[in-house]
Structures are given as structure tokens and as C-alpha cells.
Antibody, heavy 119, light 110 residues
Framework: EVQLVESGGGLVQPGGSLRLSCAAS????????MSWVRQAPGKGLEWVAT????????YYVDSVKGRFTISRDNPKNSLYLQMNSLRAEDTAVYYC????????????WGQGTLVTVSS | QTVVTQEPSFSVSPGGTVTLTCGLN?????????PSWYQQTPGQAPRTLIY???TRSSGVPDRFSASILGNKAALTITGAQADDESDYYC??????????FGGGTKLTVL
């Protein structure tokens, strides 16, 4: 059974940093592109970042470029999102999602981890 | 900036049929954007319904179907049930590793 379990969320002050993790199991992690998608309270879904199987390609939504870094550790079956210079508008539930390439969609999602940026 | 437009809300009677749409501010939607659709109930993770414009994900009932309708992507629910009451999101692949979601449609079944 495919499982994606996010962790690392919490309360952080504006300007602070946080590192999210996503533990993958039930599939061959090294074979899949992976993404982070977020959802601000009461708002819609927003694609944040995507990483290729070997980490050689990374893509970001404009609003997080230069502040967030997506990475992965294939031997540990783990996906990460390093978030720096956090802003109030980054407050959201962050979901880890598996990408089916080249059909370009997310087929499995984690349950999400809440990041709150507030003083 | 790419903007994907969905109806903010829609209502359907139990057993009825409803079509939700997804448009692009930059022009017509085509299969090259690989439209996909997701269902989300409050407090839950999204669930994948449709990918590659019109292919149902595993386990999705056949009352859910999708297509390109005119210049938009469309999701049709035929024979709506109470547990179809959810938020529905479309997503397009814009190329070069970038995706964009629509703002979502809140579907009420009553």
C-alpha cells in the first residue's frame, strides 16, 4: 500500500525556517517524481515544487523561488522541503504527492502537515 | 500569469447531473495541458479522480467522467450522490515542470 506521511510542520515566526519531511513507503520511491502542494486555511490547492527521480531537476512556483528548496534522499525514501524566510502567506497545510510522469498528475497524497507563520 | 478559473460553487439534486468546468485565462484548454481532477472533503487530503483529460483513477465510480467541452476542461457527475458533496479542483500541466490548480468548486448535493 502506498503511503506518504508528512512531518515537520509547526508554528514559526516570520523570517524563520522550517524543514518538512515526507516518508514514502509501499512503492519504489526512486522511480517517481515527487511534489509538494499547499493549501492555505479556507483556500484552494497550490502547487509548490516538484523534483525529478534523481533530484537533477527541480521546479518551483514563483512565490517560493529563492526561499524554498525541494530535495530527496532516495535510500531513505524521503522527500523534503526546506523553507526559509517564511512569510505569513506561507501559512498552509503542506501535502506531499507522488507524480505520475509523463501523465503529469498526482496519484497519491499524504495527509498533510500544518505550517503556521505568525508572531 | 496563468489563471485557471472554476465555478466557485454549484448545486445539484440527488440523482441529478452536474458539469463543472475549468478554463484558462490564456486561451483554450487542450489535452496538451493534461487536465486532472481532484476531490477534497473538509479536513481530508485530495483524492485523484481523473487524469489525462478523461481517464478515471483506480476505484473511481463511473458516474464521474471528464472531457474537453468547448474551450474548457469539464468534469461531469451523473447520478449525484450525497457523498459527492465536496470541493473539486482541476489541475493543468503548463510544461517545463510547472503545474497550476484552479480555485476549486464547492459542490452541494441537496
Amino acid at each position: 500500500e502506498v503511503q506518504l506521511v508528512e512531518s515537520g510542520g509547526g508554528l514559526v515566526q516570520p523570517g524563520g525556517s522550517l524543514r518538512l519531511s515526507c516518508a514514502a513507503s509501499g512503492f519504489s520511491f526512486i522511480n517517481y517524481w515527487m511534489s509538494w502542494v499547499r493549501q492555505a486555511p479556507g483556500k484552494g490547492l497550490e502547487w509548490v515544487a516538484t523534483i525529478k527521480q534523481d533530484g537533477s531537476e527541480k521546479y518551483y512556483v514563483d512565490s517560493v523561488k529563492g526561499r524554498f528548496t525541494i530535495s530527496r534522499d532516495n535510500p531513505k525514501n524521503s522527500l523534503y522541503l526546506q523553507m526559509n524566510s517564511l512569510r505569513a502567506e506561507d501559512t498552509a497545510v503542506y501535502y506531499c504527492a507522488r507524480i505520475r510522469w509523463p501523465r503529469y498528475y498526482s496519484d497519491y497524497w499524504g495527509q498533510g502537515t500544518l505550517v503556521t507563520v505568525s508572531s | 500569469q496563468t489563471v485557471v478559473t472554476q465555478e466557485p460553487s454549484f448545486s445539484v439534486s440527488p440523482g441529478g447531473t452536474v458539469t463543472l468546468t475549468c478554463g484558462l485565462n490564456s486561451g483554450s484548454v487542450s489535452t496538451s495541458y493534461h487536465p486532472s481532477w481532484y476531490q477534497q472533503t473538509p479536513g481530508q487530503a485530495p483524492r485523484t479522480l481523473i487524469y489525462s483529460t478523461n481517464t478515471r483513477s483506480s476505484g473511481v465510480p463511473d458516474r464521474f467522467s471528464a472531457s474537453i467541452l468547448g474551450n474548457k476542461a469539464a468534469l461531469t457527475i451523473t447520478g449525484a450522490q450525497a457523498d459527492d458533496e465536496s470541493d473539486y479542483y482541476c489541475m493543468f500541466y503548463m510544461g517545463s515542470g510547472y503545474w497550476v490548480f484552479g480555485g476549486g468548486t464547492k459542490l452541494t448535493v441537496l
